[in-house]
């Protein structure tokens, strides 16, 4: 017997290529359980992609927070599809009313990678280079190694697709771009990049970033069921401590912030970039959110 589910989706290139990854991970993962899948893809234009030539701050003023799953999170409550498949990071810290997330699919390379011509890196790039990247996150990090070696770039905005950034390295019209190493591993672009930084000393990721997760109706158990198949623990136990730490600190994606949990032994070590400082911690695995209040309260985060 064949289970069919609609699954929605951005409609960007990056959105589609990652689903069909999820889905084809999620199809492989029921057949050794006997089961047969099959997807019809529904994509939906979410309010980020419909002002994608504006500053994310613009589109928070216009639509308000999760503007890359607003839209999709109102498909799922109104039933037209089944679930949804996201990139964690674009996720705000809380889910509305009767939506969970679920189907940790294993995290690909969190780190944020450079992509520059000629193969440099960014101790190659000239002073006063013009890097490019729209994240607050990225700027702060990179303003922060930039001074240790001895150098000041110049960062732009960057507005586009993925490949559209890429080119603009590559042509030479920038320096260099900073982007996600796994969007750029998912997109096939990953030989394109020169750099990646170290998610725990150098650059600290975006919480959730590498991870592709499902979203859908608290009442579908049958869903849960399916998406549980193919999910990694350690990711998605990884999961919930960045998005508990997300929620603690009340961070948005206008915030330098970068929030990254990983396995160490039988716990978690917890890296917090905010305020132009790296906090570490010791979790355990399975810490709530009141410990890691409490945890992150005595260091004054």
């Known amino acids: 017997m064949v289970k069919r589910l609609i699954v929605g989706t951005r409609g960007s290139k990056l959105a589609l290529t990652q689903a069909g990854i999820y889905m084809d991970v999620l199809k492989v993962a029921a057949a050794a359980k006997g089961m047969a899948l099959e997807f019809e893809v529904t994509r939906i234009q979410t309010s980020g992609d419909k002002?994608?030539?504006?500053?994310?701050?613009?589109?928070?003023?216009?639509?308000?927070?999760?503007?890359?799953?607003?839209?999709?999170?109102?498909?799922?409550?109104?039933?037209?599809?089944?679930?949804?498949?996201?990139s964690l990071k674009d996720m705000p810290a809380d889910t509305p009313d009767g939506l969970v997330l679920g189907g940790f699919q294993k995290r690909k390379d969190p780190s944020d990678a450079v992509v520059a011509p000629a193969g440099h890196t960014l101790k190659d790039l000239p002073v006063n280079?013009?890097?490019?990247?729209?994240?607050?996150?990225?700027?702060?990090?990179?303003q922060a190694l930039s001074k240790k070696l001895g150098k000041e770039f110049t960062f732009l905005a960057l507005r586009g697709n993925v490949d559209t950034r890429v080119r603009k390295a590559l042509s030479g019209e920038l320096d260099a771009v900073v982007l996600s190493a796994a969007g750029l591993g998912r997109l096939g672009l990953d030989g394109h990049i020169?750099?990646?930084?170290?998610?725990?000393?150098?650059?600290?990721?975006?919480?959730?970033q590498g991870t592709v997760v499902a979203e859908y109706k608290s009442a579908r158990g049958d869903v849960a069921d399916i998406l549980?198949?193919?999910?990694?623990?350690?990711?998605?136990?990884?999961?919930?401590?960045?998005?508990?730490?997300?929620?603690?600190?009340?961070?948005?994606?206008?915030?330098?912030?970068?929030?990254?949990?990983?396995?160490?032994?039988?716990d978690f070590k917890l890296y917090i970039f905010r305020e132009g400082k790296t906090l570490v911690f010791d979790c355990a695995q399975d810490i709530d959110i009141v410990a890691l209040s409490k945890l992150l309260t005595k260091s004054s985060v």
């Open 129 to 142: 280079g013009k890097v490019g990247t729209s994240s607050p996150r990225r700027q702060v990090q990179l």
């Open 51 to 86: 002002f994608a030539q504006e500053s994310p701050a613009t589109v928070l003023q216009t639509s308000g927070k999760g503007i890359f799953v607003k839209e999709i999170e109102e498909a799922l409550l109104a039933g037209r599809v089944d679930f949804a498949i996201h």
């Open 228 to 266: 549980r198949l193919a999910e990694d623990a350690d990711t998605r136990i990884a999961s919930s401590i960045e998005r508990m730490t997300l929620k603690i600190l009340g961070g948005g994606c206008l915030e330098p912030l970068g929030i990254y949990a990983k396995r160490q032994g039988v």
């Open 194 to 208: 020169t750099q990646r930084f170290e998610p725990t000393t150098e650059i600290i990721p975006a919480c959730g």
